[in-house]
């Protein structure tokens, strides 16, 4: 599993798409489509698109909220939130070649994901951000290594990917916690050139050792 993520970001789907293409260029290969509209069919429209434009670029293509659509489009997979469909729902639905990734809050949510067996665990937010609404309590990096410390105790290796509010400046420190990777939104977008940035976040990434 590639150790950046892309969360897509935008309130409109051509903003989504000016997103999605602009890391796709900048040489992100995971993207995962995070679109709050309230129509199901807009979804899955700007989802068709994506899933092209991923296709074209070899990139992972992940639906956030929705395993029916993530289904109906054929996606590499769905990241569920907690209070999103159950993991055995999805597994039911997409089989066990997909990927099905789950939000963890707190340490406690890390072993409940573990139990459903998740492929990733998506832990966070490490800081404020405000990409995402109704933020949960922020972990900062003592609540990292306090959750993968309990983690390595336990000698599980779910990948776990570090998310909210992260940038490049974070990369080391959360590799050395035993973080996998990190999903990111706004610090992708932010520079003018995506490619470099995307490229810094890479060369940190799997620079250091792998602590999956
Ligand atoms: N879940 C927790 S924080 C977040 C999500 C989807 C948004 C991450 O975006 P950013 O811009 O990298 O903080
Ligand atoms: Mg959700």
């Not at 935008?10 to 260029?25: E, H």
């Not at 639906?63 to 590499?76: G, K, S, T, V, Y």
């Not at 972990?139 to 993968?148: P, T, V």
Request: charged share 20%; aromatic share 6%.
């Amino acid at each position: 599993m590639n150790k950046l993520q892309y969360i897509s970001q935008g309130s409109t789907a051509s903003l989504q798409l000016n997103g999605i293409q602009t890391v796709l260029d900048g040489g992100c290969k995971w993207i995962q489509l995070r679109y709050k509209s309230s129509s199901l069919t807009d979804i899955h429209d700007l989802g068709v698109k994506v899933r092209l434009l991923c296709e074209t670029y070899g990139a992972t293509f992940i639906i956030n909220d929705h395993i029916r659509i993530a289904h109906n489009l054929d996606a590499d997979g769905v990241h569920l939130g907690l209070s999103d469909a159950p993991v055995l729902e999805a597994r039911a639905l997409l089989g066990d070649q997909k990927i099905i990734g789950g939000t963890a809050n707190t340490w406690q949510d890390v072993l409940h994901r573990i139990n459903e067996k998740v492929d990733y665990i998506g832990l966070g937010p490490l800081r404020f951000t405000s990409t995402k609404e109704k933020l949960s309590p922020i972990l900062g990096m003592e609540g990292f290594q306090n959750i993968l410390s309990q983690k390595i105790a336990l000698g599980n290796t779910t990948p776990i990917y570090a998310i909210g509010g992260v940038t490049g400046e974070d990369i080391f420190d959360l590799l050395s916690c035993g973080v996998y990777g990190v999903a990111v939104s706004s610090a992708l977008l932010e520079g003018k050139v995506a490619e470099r940035i995307i490229q810094t976040f890479n060369k940190k990434l799997y620079g250091s050792v792998d602590h999956s």
